[in-house]
């Protein structure tokens, strides 16, 4: 095999996953953006990623910065040598890095040091197989950590919240993965796509479950009974009411995809691998010869191009009479003042002009018993782990920067916002009661950003006017950033509201009405 032209071909396949959204996908968030109403913050939030999804596109940039963990699965006609493969694999990957389509993301687990290129143990994840066909079939998805972390695994017989028991049968299943609709509220950048896995051990149903990503979103289950749970559970997981971002609203899910497998008496799982709404996944046939791209996978049907840009939408939006959510943005310039923040309530929508800081993990963490490198009385703290060139003259250059699932930095948050005078977070998801509390306490709010529209608010971003704490990896760094109508929405004021906790109220209320057996 031609190794130079494989690595080459792998290259491309990492850069279009990252920055191409796929067809299939792109058709499910265009349903989904029809369903909203207009005027909504879900109908506002989706023309967001909209918008994100075709700058990606136009930028050859990723479409949200956590490129995630690059997962590989290549079949191989028989011969063909995986070792050499292996190489030019972690070879392109190294590469799109470098160039800045795939962030940094291999982290030593008991150092925090970040390789830099996304080498290192267990990273990238490459899983061959060998089949009878003459052609290579390479597919790679990026997974970002968010959803990632929403993943759950069911063991039957249990008491689900709202549900009451799943025991070991279809409706139990039925009942599980109502629930993992429902735990997941907007954390994972909701709307997503959901594989399933039945059985196995907690090991084989997870990748099972995560096999079934790779099923393309329109096909349909051959399995008679697992083709109708999926139906049964498109059609009922959107009456939950979460909605894009968990903002509520009529789409929560875009995607449910079940597979199953045998297991051991004792054992009964189900197993939710659950993907945003940045579903990048893609796939290849390659010449095992020339190792040339002879085709692209999932590239069935009408590809969506998403060119009408959001602002003009959103302005259409707020134009609708009947727009009660999205109203004229509210303009902030840091330093904030108290009396500022005080007037903010649930459901603004906010501009941010000026100054503002990255914090993430290791900055909370750290921050707990350190000063910070900065004055932050007043300021904004933007929990994102953005994606950053250097230029030839050594100034760095943002090419992605949405927000992190902010429900991480909890047990920090409210302690911190009180220590240094911070009046204003940034983030995604929500964050929990000792955050409101402290909001509430010390006056401070609570930005909700639209997650996964990383090229969109890398727009807003004008300048990097400095760093901190680059000892901490490129993700983790503290990024001083110059934005411009940098927009987001109050979704936890200083008044103790939390669209959050309402929305998950209101959705476990929902859930409960799934009680009831629907396959006997
Ligand atoms: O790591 C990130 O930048 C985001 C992460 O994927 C998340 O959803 O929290
Ligand atoms: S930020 Fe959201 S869209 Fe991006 S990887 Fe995380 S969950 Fe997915």
Same mark, same amino acid.
């Given at each position: 095999?031609?190794?130079?032209?494989?690595?080459?071909?792998?290259?491309?396949?990492?850069?279009?996953?990252?920055?191409?959204?796929?067809?299939?996908?792109?058709?499910?968030?265009?349903?989904?953006?029809?369903?909203?109403?207009?005027?909504?913050?879900?109908?506002?939030?989706?023309?967001?990623?909209?918008?994100?999804?075709?700058?990606?596109?136009?930028?050859?940039?990723?479409?949200?910065?956590?490129?995630?963990?690059?997962?590989?699965?290549?079949?191989?006609?028989?011969?063909?040598?995986?070792?050499?493969?292996?190489?030019?694999?972690?070879?392109?990957?190294?590469?799109?890095?470098?160039?800045?389509?795939?962030?940094?993301?291999?982290?030593?687990?008991?150092?925090?040091?970040?390789?830099?290129?996304?080498?290192?143990?267990?990273?990238?994840?490459?899983?061959?197989?060998?089949?009878?066909?003459?052609?290579?079939?390479?597919?790679?998805?990026?997974?970002?950590?968010?959803?990632?972390?929403?993943?759950?695994?069911?063991?039957?017989?249990?008491?689900?919240?709202?549900?009451?028991?799943?025991?070991?049968?279809?409706?139990?299943?039925?009942?599980?993965?109502?629930?993992?609709?429902?735990?997941?509220?907007?954390?994972?950048?909701?709307?997503?796509?959901?594989?399933?896995?039945?059985?196995?051990?907690?090991?084989?149903?997870?990748?099972?479950?995560?096999?079934?990503?790779?099923?393309?979103?329109?096909?349909?289950?051959?399995?008679?009974?697992?083709?109708?749970?999926?139906?049964?559970?498109?059609?009922?997981?959107?009456?939950?009411?979460?909605?894009?971002?968990?903002?509520?609203?009529?789409?929560?899910?875009?995607?449910?995809?079940?597979?199953?497998?045998?297991?051991?008496?004792?054992?009964?799982?189900?197993?939710?691998?659950?993907?945003?709404?940045?579903?990048?996944?893609?796939?290849?046939?390659?010449?095992?010869?020339?190792?040339?791209?002879?085709?692209?996978?999932?590239?069935?049907?009408?590809?969506?191009?998403?060119?009408?840009?959001?602002?003009?939408?959103? /302005? $259409?939006?707020?134009? @609708?009479?009947?727009?009660?959510? *999205?109203?004229?943005?509210?303009?902030? %310039?840091?330093? +904030?003042? #108290?009396?500022?923040?005080?007037?903010?309530?649930?459901?603004?929508?906010?501009?941010?002009?000026?100054?503002?800081?990255?914090?993430?993990?290791?900055?909370?963490?750290?921050?707990m018993d350190h000063d910070a490198p900065v004055d932050l009385n007043g300021q904004v703290i933007y929990h994102c782990g953005p994606v950053m060139l250097k230029d030839d003259e050594g100034n760095w250059h943002v090419k992605a920067a949405g927000p992190t699932t902010s429900i991480r930095?909890?047990?920090?948050?409210?302690?911190?916002?009180?220590?240094?005078?911070?009046?204003?977070?940034?983030?995604?998801?929500?964050?929990?009661?000792?955050?409101?509390?402290?909001?509430?306490?010390?006056?401070?709010?609570?930005?909700?950003?639209?997650?996964? /529209? $990383?090229?969109?608010? @890398?727009?807003?971003?004008?300048? *990097?006017?400095?760093?901190?704490?680059? %000892?901490?990896? +490129?993700? #983790?760094?503290?990024?001083?950033?110059?934005?411009e109508g940098f927009t987001a929405v109050v979704t936890m004021d200083s008044h103790g509201n939390s669209l959050h906790s309402e929305v998950e109220k209101s959705s476990l209320e929902k859930l409960a009405q799934f009680k009831e057996?629907?396959?006997?």
């Amino acid at each position: 095999m031609n190794i130079e032209k494989f690595q080459e071909s792998m290259y491309k396949l990492i850069v279009e996953t990252s920055t191409n959204l796929p067809k299939d996908v792109r058709r499910a968030i265009k349903a989904a953006k029809e369903r909203e109403n207009a005027g909504t913050r879900s109908a506002m939030s989706l023309a967001t990623i909209t918008n994100n999804i075709q700058m990606a596109d136009e930028n050859v940039s990723p479409i949200c910065q956590d490129t995630g963990l690059p997962t590989f699965k290549i079949k191989v006609p028989v011969g063909a040598n995986q070792l050499e493969m292996q190489k030019a694999i972690k070879n392109a990957i190294a590469l799109a890095t470098k160039d800045g389509k795939l962030r940094p993301n291999s982290v030593d687990s008991l150092t925090g040091d970040n390789s830099g290129d996304n080498l290192g143990e267990g990273t990238p994840v490459i899983k061959f197989a060998q089949w009878e066909k003459d052609y290579i079939d390479a597919r790679l998805i990026l997974k970002g950590g968010g959803c990632e972390n929403k993943n759950i695994q069911y063991s039957l017989p249990c008491e689900l919240e709202g549900l009451g028991r799943a025991g070991r049968d279809l409706d139990g299943i039925r009942k599980c993965i109502l629930h993992s609709v429902y735990q997941a509220q907007g954390q994972g950048c909701s709307a997503g796509f959901i594989g399933v896995g039945i059985g196995g051990d907690r090991s084989s149903g997870y990748d099972l479950a995560k096999e079934q990503l790779f099923r393309s979103v329109d096909d349909v289950n051959p399995h008679e009974d697992l083709r109708k749970l999926e139906d049964y559970i498109m059609a009922n997981a959107n009456e939950l009411g979460i909605g894009t971002m968990g903002f509520g609203g009529e789409t929560t899910l875009l995607g449910c995809k079940v597979g199953v497998m045998n297991r051991i008496p004792a054992s009964f799982f189900v197993s939710v691998a659950y993907n945003c709404w940045a579903f990048r996944r893609l796939g290849v046939q390659v010449n095992p010869e020339t190792g040339e791209i002879q085709d692209w996978l999932y590239q069935e049907g009408e590809k969506i191009d998403f060119a009408e840009p959001a602002e003009a939408e959103i /302005a $259409a939006a707020a134009e @609708a009479p009947e727009a009660p959510a *999205v109203q004229e943005a509210i303009t902030l %310039n840091a330093p +904030i003042t #108290e009396e500022q923040i005080r007037q903010l309530k649930v459901g603004d929508v906010v501009k941010i002009t000026g100054r503002i800081y990255t914090g993430r993990d290791a900055i909370h963490k750290y921050l707990m018993d350190h000063d910070a490198p900065v004055d932050l009385n007043g300021q904004v703290i933007y929990h994102c782990g953005p994606v950053m060139l250097k230029d030839d003259e050594g100034n760095w250059h943002v090419k992605a920067a949405g927000p992190t699932t902010s429900i991480r930095e909890e047990p920090y948050q409210g302690d911190i916002m009180k220590k240094f005078g911070i009046r204003a977070v940034i983030g995604k998801g929500g964050m929990g009661p000792k955050t409101l509390a402290a909001l509430q306490e010390h006056g401070g709010v609570y930005l909700n950003a639209i997650g996964g /529209a $990383a090229q969109y608010y @890398a727009d807003c971003i004008k300048g *990097v006017e400095g760093v901190d704490l680059m %000892n901490f990896g +490129i993700p #983790e760094a503290m990024w001083h950033l110059r934005v411009e109508g940098f927009t987001a929405v109050v979704t936890m004021d200083s008044h103790g509201n939390s669209l959050h906790s309402e929305v998950e109220k209101s959705s476990l209320e929902k859930l409960a009405q799934f009680k009831e057996p629907v396959f006997k």
